[in-house]
T-cell receptor, first 115, second 113 residues
Framework: QQPVQSPQAVILREGEDAVINCSSS?????VHWYRQKHGEAPVFLMI?????EQKGHDKISASFNEKKQQSSLYLTASQLSYSGTYFC????????????????FGRGTQLTVWP | GAVVSQHPSRVICKSGTSVKIECRSL??????MFWYRQFPKQSLMLMAT?????????EQGVEKDKFLINHASLTLSTLTVTSAHPEDSSFYIC?????????FGPGTRLTVL
């Protein structure tokens, strides 16, 4: 049930763009994106609930292709503070009627931004 | 935004002892909380779903007798690692569900000697 993230790692210069992909073999109800810095808890970035939905704040945005069972996170004009490991968490459609709301996380994408 | 706390942040114990970790939602009520385990440079592995007033739901492969979960109130869930062994050393993180979102606590680093 674990989604697959790609790439595993990205190294950028400040100001460059990056795309992180998340795909699942199961039908998805929701996709949640988090960023985690070393030794800290994951910080919520955004949630996508509908197929075709796109969201963004600041220079980080995401899209959700429900049909293809995948989501992408877009980081534009990256800043040093964007460094960290990005995780996508996916909620399966099979749990849609359930109150459990369990999420399964990908292995993460390590993003490093250099000055 | 929703705030989740965890206590303790770090614990070192001897093999064979039990350790209790608390997870609290500070500014909202959470009928559902989740417990994850994370090894260095690895993903967050869901261990169990904690439901207020009922038994926890454990993921496949997680020993329910070893990882005791109690969700006594709408703001508190506890995870007790019983008879801890060195292989239980890990970063344990809880999250609390607020509508469709999950908010994570700061995590507890457990080291079993």
């Amino acid at each position: 049930q674990q989604p697959v993230q790609s790439p595993q790692a990205v190294i950028l210069r400040e100001g460059e763009d990056a795309v992180i992909n998340c795909s699942s073999s199961k039908a998805l109800y929701s996709v949640h994106w988090y960023r985690q810095k070393h030794g800290e808890a994951p910080v919520f970035l955004m949630i996508l609930l509908k197929g075709g939905e796109q969201k963004g704040h600041d220079k980080i945005s995401a899209s959700f292709n429900e049909k293809k069972q995948q989501s992408s996170l877009y980081l534009t004009a990256s800043q040093l503070s964007y460094s960290g490991t990005y995780f996508c968490g996916t909620g399966s459609s099979s749990l849609r009627g359930s109150t459990l709301g369990r999420l399964y996380f990908g292995r993460g994408t390590q993003l490093t931004v250099w000055p | 935004g929703a705030v989740v706390s965890q206590h303790p942040s770090r614990v070192i114990c001897k093999s064979g002892t039990s350790v209790k970790i608390e997870c609290r939602s500070l500014d909202f009520q959470a009928t559902t909380m989740f417990w994850y385990r994370q090894f260095p440079k690895q993903s967050l592995m869901l261990m169990a779903t904690s439901n207020e007033g009922s038994k926890a739901t454990y993921e496949q492969g997680v020993e329910k007798d070893k990882f005791l979960i109690n969700h006594a109130s709408l703001t508190l869930s506890t995870l007790t690692v019983t008879s801890a062994h060195p292989e239980d050393s890990s970063f344990y993180i809880c999250s609390a569900r607020d509508r469709d979102q999950q908010f994570f606590g700061p995590g507890t680093r457990l080291t079993v000697l």
